[in-house]
């Protein structure tokens, strides 16, 4: 384990019901860091959330939190606190109570909880907010309790459980803003899950690809996006092009009935590959001139770009482009070799 990794998972392995959730996942998480686990419904996000937060004991493999291994400790005595998407706030108590109650359980001295809530208020941006009733708050501002509650007892670690899941668009882009705000302010780390691709690019030091209970990828959000490691992540995280291809040697694929240059290296004699473009990286040339030529199907108008769906050696291509062509239009397209992703064939099952 590296010095600066506050959380480590080896070997960790979750059934429900004999149902396997996790088998043999290892994953270390940096200190002070933003982590994302990103990937589908029912992939382990949150079962790996709570494994981390003391909720699920493993059937087998080992929590360490800051190199001392915590599998047979309490969730309440980890220095961990989570943020679920139901808030659970307590309706009875205001908004200075809600954040206060988890200092009124360590017994701490008034004062001293007086000043740590005001500390927290300001924070989130709620002061002036200690006397209202939770039901007079907004759906954000009622996260912003939430996360200020979870901080407020200075944990290590802050779990959060796809908080922004019941605000609407706008407010969920404010908060994506706010909380990296709030991580970095702290210097804590924030373990984060989501399925939402966009959410964990813009917050994300480190975002970490789930599937079926395993660990596909780990990288920086540039590191997912443009190096994708396989077809799934690159599928996943933003769109892609993914054709079958064929490699006839180092630095030549053959797709789209074209021998095309490209600057992988490595593969087998006429290995089965999948090739990954991403829509952006696919210039639109005279047809004349190009490798691979199409019709336009469809087009749509997005606000930065135009998305336009062409009809090419029976793939429907994706592109994306600042200039449009019109449904119908005959064009060529190009892609440089090194926009050109080869990635050995995902074995099924």
């Known amino acids: 384990m590296k010095d600066n990794n506050i959380v480590s998972l080896r070997n960790i392995s979750v059934d429900f019901d004999g149902d396997p959730i996790l088998v043999g996942l290892n994953l270390d998480i940096r200190d002070k860091e933003f ?10 996000k949150t079962t790996t959330l709570r494994t981390i937060g003391g909720f699920i004991l493993p059937k087998s493999g080992d929590v360490f939190f800051d190199g001392a291994r915590i599998n047979n400790l309490p969730s309440y005595k980890r220095n ?11 309706p009875h108590l205001n908004v200075f109570e809600n954040i206060e109650f988890g200092l009124k359980v360590k017994k701490l001295p008034e004062h001293e909880r007086k000043n740590r809530v005001g500390e927290m208020l300001d924070l989130v941006g709620l002061r002036g907010y200690d006397r209202r009733n939770i039901d ?14 979870a ?25 994506q803003i706010e909380l ?13 899950v989501t399925h939402d691709q966009e959410e964990a690019l813009t917050m994300s030091d480190t975002v970490v690809v789930m599937k079926d209970g395993d660990i596909l ?5 540039q590191d997912i996006y443009n190096e994708p490691k396989c077809a799934f992540v690159a599928d996943f995280i933003g769109e892609s092009n993914i054709l079958d291809g064929v490699m006839h040697e180092d ?9 095309i240059p490209c600057v992988d290296k490595g593969f087998g004699h006429l290995e089965r590959v999948d090739v990954v473009i991403r829509p952006e990286d696919i210039k639109m040339v005279d047809a004349s001139q190009a490798p691979i030529t199409g019709v336009v199907e469809s087009v749509l108008f997005k606000g930065v770009h135009y998305e336009m769906v062409v009809d090419a050696h029976g793939y429907k291509w994706i592109i994306h482009s600042t200039k449009c062509q019109e449904p119908g239009t005959f064009i060529g397209m190009a892609v440089d070799p090194f926009d050109i992703h080869i990635m050995h064939k995902e074995v099924e099952g």
């Open 35 to 44: 982590v994302t686990l990103l990937g589908p419904s029912g992939c382990g």
């Open 80 to 90: 961990v606190n989570t943020v679920f998407q139901r808030y659970a706030l307590f």
């Open 136 to 149: 007079q708050l907004s759906g954000g501002q009622q996260q912003r309790v939430a996360i200020a509650r």
């Open 151 to 175: 901080l407020v007892n200075h944990p290590r670690v802050l779990l959060l459980d796809e908080p922004l899941g019941a605000l609407d668009l706008k407010l969920r882009k404010e908060m």
């Open 180 to 192: 990296k705000r709030i991580q970095q302010a702290l210097e804590i780390t924030f373990i984060y």
């Open 217 to 221: 990828q780990v990288g920086t959000p």
């Open 251 to 259: 630095c030549l694929v053959e797709f789209a009935g074209k021998k």
